[in-house]
């Protein structure tokens, strides 16, 4: 079996660059990318690189389809208690039952709407209605697939030769701005030549809208990565019209030098800029109501902290929740609901390396728990390796879906739901078994959902229908 090696080579430290193999890689979110050799722009032989047996594994949308079998009464216990921190705490198990979203039985499959990419970790509309689809390479390409499915030949970005990638490393993450089309700013996530992370603002062209200017470059903010892996990488608007970015705790293994906890370096956070300001000395400004702006020797950019690596994270197109998947070390996987009616997570502290998912982890027994954010939903890793962060459903084309965040794992392939709405502490339901390395979901402008398979180099569909 390989899931288990995998995932027992995740706790290991690596200061490295990843050699060959794609065991050592898999520590983290980019678990099959490490399989992929940079720079060569072909796709990882799909033995090596996918984690787990493609059982399910069909491009017919239905045939792959599991059966979410909801039980019509659910189990009381572990879903039952609610979580104390959770503005929505009070839904009891009976509640729970009555909601739609349980109660329906969902059949969920993926279908195939564009191939031919290399390692595409990230897909996104553009927010003016355009239809197109952009697809991020891990090596430094963003493609288009235009709204009849075609993809375009000439990319729309091609910053490879700026960029270290394999591995956890490489261009990680993609966010148009809210008034893209008027002004074509768009930012990208990558790590550059010495493995260190550049988050910039770009322009699209001025001659055609499916090609930016790969010289428009401007530089926001520039972090240094102490070690290869854990290199966070999601940019996403809140509806705040805010830019939100993720930041791994520096990597290695464990956070040995406690970043996430450290109000002192954006690493192990969750940073918020206005990107349409500029202060003194920065590239942008710190939004008057970020938590830790004027405190000493903290970082104004910071949001919220204790994350691990919080590799992806969206906001729910209907009410600006904040969910974010952050990858766990050795035992648990953790999905996070930062309620905006509540904050939004703002000044939140999400545990690590106090605690992974719901357990002690430095310390290991009695670990403070007083003020700490605690996960909506964990899942240990008999279950997967790497959770992928996913979206709440808002699209029209699966309405048995609206008001279920999806997520998944990169190595196990499994799609879980959980109810948008429900408990703050919920267990995962099972949606369905992809067998496909699933290292990212994707959102277009009519807020229908994709995965990026990226060992075949695909861009799915997820469409389900009540049964
Ligand atoms: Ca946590």
């Not at 705040?240 to 906890?261: E, F, K, T």
């Not at 800029?273 to 104004?300: H, W």
């Not at 279920?404 to 709405?421: E, H, K, M, V």
């Amino acid at each position: 079996m390989r899931r288990p090696s995998i995932a027992r080579s995740r706790g290991r430290i690596w200061a490295h660059a990843p050699g060959p193999g794609c065991a050592l890689a898999a520590s983290l979110a980019l678990a099959v990318a490490a399989c992929t050799p940079p720079g060569t722009g072909r796709l990882p032989g799909s033995g090596a690189a996918t984690p787990a047996a493609p059982s399910a594994t069909s491009s017919a949308p239905s045939a792959s389809g599991a059966t979410l079998a909801a039980p019509s009464a659910p189990s009381p216990a572990p879903s039952a208690p609610a979580a104390p921190s959770s503005p929505r705490g009070a839904a009891t198990p009976a509640a729970q039952s009555a909601t739609p979203w349980i109660a329906a039985r969902v059949s969920l499959g993926l279908e195939k709407v564009a191939g031919g990419f290399a390692a595409p970790l990230f897909v996104t509309g553009d927010g003016t209605g355009s239809g197109r689809l952009y697809v991020v390479e891990q090596g430094g390409r963003i493609r288009v697939v235009d709204r009849a499915g075609s993809v375009l030949p000439q990319p729309f970005l091609d910053i490879s030769g700026r960029i270290a990638a394999g591995g956890e490393r490489g261009l990680l993450g993609l966010a148009f701005h809210p008034s893209y089309a008027s002004n074509g700013r768009f930012y990208v996530d990558y790590t550059d030549a010495d493995g260190n992370t550049v988050i910039a603002e770009m322009r699209r062209s001025a001659d055609s809208p499916d090609r930016a200017d790969a010289a428009s470059e401007r530089v926001l903010l520039h972090i240094g990565q102490p070690y290869p892996n854990h290199n966070g990488g999601m940019l996403a608007f809140g509806t705040d019209g805010y830019l939100y970015v993720g930041m791994g705790d520096g990597g290695s293994g464990g956070d040995p030098r406690n970043r996430a906890q450290d109000l002192g370096t954006l690493l192990g956070k969750i940073l918020r800029i206005d990107v349409d300001g500029q202060a003194a000395g920065l590239a942008y400004a710190i939004p008057p109501t970020n938590p830790f702006s004027g405190r000493a020797r903290a970082r104004p950019e910071i949001w919220a902290y204790g994350v691990r690596n919080p590799w992806r994270f969206s906001f729910d197109a209907a009410n600006g929740d904040l969910w974010v998947g952050d990858v766990g070390q050795d035992r648990w996987e953790e999905v996070d609901r930062l309620v905006a009616a509540a904050g939004r997570g703002r000044g939140a502290n999400l545990g690590w390396r106090l605690m992974e998912g719901r357990a002690c982890y430095d310390p290991s027994t009695d670990c403070t728990t007083a003020g700490l954010t605690m996960p909506v939903a964990v899942y240990g890793h008999d279950a997967g390796c790497a959770v992928t962060g996913g979206y709440v459903y808002r699209g029209t084309r699966s309405p048995a879906l609206d008001g279920t965040y999806l997520f998944s794992d990169s190595c196990s392939g499994r799609i879980w739901g959980l109810d948008a709405a429900g408990p703050g502490r919920q267990d995962p339901v099972l949606l369905l078994e992809s067998g496909r390395p699933i290292v990212s979901f994707g959102q277009d402008d009519e807020r229908e959902l994709y995965v990026a398979d990226i060992a075949e180099g695909t861009i799915l569909r997820v469409v389900a229908t009540a049964r």
